[in-house]
């Protein structure tokens, strides 16, 4: 089945240690998103790549940086996590360009900062 | 700016009950909707969604939703409800653009008493 894969599904880091978080598709959707969901609270989008163009959103943090190598992957690196970045972090994707598609989500990668 | 409102941050119904989560959306054009559903723990799931046409739609595990314009609003109904169904519920408002960006209600979260 087509799907929106991330790993780790669990992820602890230390407190200003460097963290990458991983999502992979297999329904070669052109847009991928990266959302930050805090508990309780509704996904915030952080930034999102159309292809190969790369959009922030303007109140996301420089701590927060994207790559995409290619159309199945996007990685999403936290510089210095602080205790404040403890979320749960969600990828999804969409195709652009024809009619208006709705977004299909990763299950979501827990991050705990010690 | 575009915002969404669901006045309920709690609901409990019994088993085979009806349902009617609430969704006020503020948009300047015609608005694209959505309703998702996230278990704890996991993404989210949609569940339906409203480009045009006709004003009530169908999704999946027996939801539907009304869009009513002069409302602005898009609430997702159940006739009976069944104890899977508890879980966390989240109406979207599609802003456009190529990106497909969704902004997301706070949610709602269904308990469901036997």
């Known amino acids: 089945d087509a799907m929106v894969i991330q790993n780790p599904r669990y992820q602890v880091t230390q407190f200003g240690k460097p963290v990458t978080l991983s999502c992979s598709q297999t329904l070669n959707h052109n847009v991928m998103y990266w959302y930050q969901q805090k508990s309780s609270q509704a996904p915030k989008l952080l930034f999102h790549?159309?292809?190969?163009?790369?959009?922030n959103e303007a109140d996301t943090p420089d701590n927060f940086q994207s790559r995409r190598p290619n159309t199945s992957f996007c990685f999403l690196d936290i510089r210095s996590p602080g205790l404040g970045d403890a979320a749960m972090y969600l990828c999804?994707?969409?195709?652009?360009?024809?009619?208006?598609?709705?977004?299909?989500f990763g299950p979501g990668t827990r991050l705990t900062v010690l | 700016a575009q915002s969404v409102t669901q006045p309920d941050i709690h609901i409990t119904v019994s088993e085979g009950a009806s349902l009617e989560l609430r969704c006020n959306y503020s948009?300047?054009?015609?608005?694209?909707l959505f309703w998702y559903v996230q278990s704890p723990g996991q993404g989210l799931q949609l569940l339906l969604k409203y480009f045009s046409g006709d004003t009530l739609v169908q999704g999946i595990k027996g939801f539907e939703a009304e869009f009513k314009r002069s409302q602005s609003s898009f609430n997702l109904r159940k006739p009976s409800v069944h104890w899977s169904d508890a879980a966390e519920y989240f109406c979207?408002?599609?802003?456009?653009?190529?990106?497909?960006?969704?902004?997301f209600g706070a949610g709602t979260i269904l308990r469901v008493k036997s």
């Open positions: 979207a408002v599609g802003r456009g653009g190529y990106g497909n960006k969704l902004v």
């Open positions: 790549y159309y292809d190969k163009d790369f959009n």
């Open positions: 948009y300047g054009a015609t608005p694209y």
């Open positions: 999804a994707t969409s195709r652009a360009g024809v009619s208006y598609n709705e977004q299909f």
